[in-house]
């Protein structure tokens, strides 16, 4: 089958793209390659990728309506798996018009693109911050999410709600993906693993936030892209059982879900700090901080919709993830 891949150039794009490439599968991804991280570790996972025939790379920004309906005019995708995103809870507070212009205007330009090529499924990333407020636990998609807590979960819940119209519409087959912290090698450098390892090897301090009384259901990222293929291998139905009267936000009669895929394992933050410790040799010099506006302090996923439909469940333990990611850092910054 022929993918597209946005945000192909990114740390969850990457690892997909790979993978599908791997199985055999064509991939065009697609990256505006943004300086919202270093762009350098975007443009060597760009460079794994590129060795493979199967692949190929265009730098374009999804926000850009004539590019976009260029590319769809010039390829006939299967799928779309769209990840390209304005990342991060707290930079949302900084540049709100960043998320605006990526992750809605951005996200429109996908659905136009799917709706008016006939891709037979559209998936897309959402987010565990679309919980928001919400206290009851495990999260669970037939949950209510309606008081987002950033600017960022707000986008994410907005997406669930354009796909959820252009599935009742056009009949788009679309699948939102909630993922819960992604973590794993070639990780995002704005993300906890990644700043703590930096700082515990060269012996500065980290910023341990809330006093270190968080709580995050990490997701190892093979984890993540093993949930995403099978998901994107099922296309949607509506479910025939929908009832306006009792609204389940997670299906519709239109061919729409909605999917958490998290590790259903939450862990403290100092644990995760201990098994970063573990797995460098070394001792944390810890700042503890309150927690940041935007922050929630748990996160927890119900993972079994994820598992009844496609007979997967993330399983990855902590340490286990942990130490691949530091063995991965350790090798990269010493070329």
Same mark, same amino acid.
Not at 41 to 66: C, G, N, P
């Given at each position: 089958?022929?993918?597209?891949?946005?945000?192909?150039?990114? !740390? $969850? %794009?990457?690892?997909?793209?790979?993978?599908?490439?791997?199985? %055999? #599968?064509?991939?065009? %991804?697609?990256?505006?390659? +943004?300086? @919202?991280?270093?762009?350098?570790?975007?443009?060597?996972?760009?460079?794994?990728?590129?060795?493979?025939?199967?692949?190929?790379?265009?730098?374009?920004?999804?926000?850009?309506?004539?590019? *976009?309906?260029?590319?769809?005019?010039?390829?006939?995708?299967?799928?779309?798996? /769209?990840?390209?995103?304005?990342?991060?809870?707290?930079?949302?507070?900084?540049?709100? /018009?960043?998320? $605006?212009?990526?992750?809605?205007?951005?996200?429109?330009?996908?659905?136009?693109?799917?709706?008016?090529?006939?891709?037979?499924?559209?998936?897309?990333?959402?987010?565990?911050?679309?919980?928001? &407020? +919400? =206290?009851?636990?495990?999260?669970?998609?037939?949950?209510?999410?309606?008081?987002?807590?950033?600017?960022?979960? &707000?986008?994410?819940?907005?997406?669930?709600? *354009?796909? /959820?119209?252009?599935?009742?519409?056009?009949?788009?087959?679309?699948?939102?993906?909630?993922? !819960?912290?992604?973590?794993?090698?070639?990780?995002?450098?704005? *993300?906890?693993?990644?700043?703590?390892?930096?700082?515990?090897?060269?012996? =500065?301090? $980290?910023?341990?936030?809330?006093?270190?009384? *968080?709580?995050?259901?990490?997701?190892?990222?093979? #984890?993540?892209?093993?949930?995403? $293929?099978?998901?994107?291998?099922?296309?949607?139905?509506?479910?025939?059982?929908?009832?306006?009267?009792?609204? #389940?936000?997670?299906?519709?009669?239109?061919?729409?879900?909605?999917?958490?895929?998290?590790?259903?394992?939450?862990?403290?933050?100092?644990? !995760?700090?201990?098994?970063?410790?573990?797995?460098?040799?070394?001792?944390?010099?810890?700042?503890?901080?309150?927690?940041?506006?935007?922050?929630?302090?748990?996160?927890?996923?119900?993972?079994?919709?994820?598992?009844?439909?496609?007979?997967?469940?993330?399983?990855?333990?902590?340490?286990? %993830?942990?130490?691949?990611?530091?063995?991965? @850092?350790?090798?990269?910054?010493?070329?």
């Amino acid at each position: 089958m022929k993918f597209l891949v946005t945000g192909a150039a990114g !740390f $969850i %794009g990457y690892h997909l793209s790979k993978q599908l490439l791997e199985r %055999g #599968d064509s991939v065009v %991804g697609i990256d505006n390659l +943004n300086d @919202y991280y270093d762009p350098q570790l975007k443009l060597d996972r760009l460079k794994q990728l590129e060795t493979q025939s199967e692949f190929e790379f265009h730098k374009i920004d999804i926000a850009d309506r004539a590019d *976009m309906e260029q590319l769809f005019e010039a390829h006939q995708f299967d799928r779309v798996v /769209h990840l390209a995103a304005q990342a991060g809870v707290r930079y949302s507070l900084e540049n709100p /018009h960043a998320y $605006i212009n990526s992750n809605i205007v951005g996200f429109l330009n996908i659905l136009e693109g799917c709706r008016h090529h006939k891709i037979k499924h559209l998936s897309y990333a959402s987010s565990s911050s679309v919980y928001g &407020a +919400n =206290t009851k636990q495990p999260f669970s998609e037939k949950d209510n999410v309606d008081h987002p807590v950033s600017l960022y979960a &707000a986008s994410k819940k907005s997406n669930e709600l *354009m796909a /959820h119209t252009y599935s009742h519409l056009y009949g788009l087959p679309t699948t939102g993906l909630r993922f !819960f912290t992604v973590y794993g090698p070639w990780g995002r450098p704005d *993300m906890a693993l990644f700043k703590f390892t930096k700082g515990i090897l060269n012996g =500065t301090p $980290i910023d341990v936030y809330n006093n270190g009384d *968080m709580y995050r259901d990490f997701t190892y990222i093979d #984890d993540i892209v093993e949930g995403v $293929i099978r998901v994107t291998d099922q296309i949607p139905e509506g479910n025939a059982e929908w009832s306006g009267e009792n609204p #389940d936000p997670s299906s519709s009669k239109a061919p729409y879900k909605v999917f958490n895929i998290g590790n259903n394992a939450p862990v403290k933050l100092m644990e !995760f700090v201990e098994a970063i410790e573990n797995a460098i040799g070394k001792p944390a010099i810890k700042n503890m901080m309150p927690i940041q506006p935007g922050d929630v302090p748990s996160t927890y996923a119900d993972a079994s919709a994820l598992q009844q439909t496609t007979n997967f469940k993330p399983n990855t333990p902590i340490n286990e %993830g942990v130490k691949q990611f530091v063995d991965w @850092y350790k090798l990269y910054f010493s070329q």
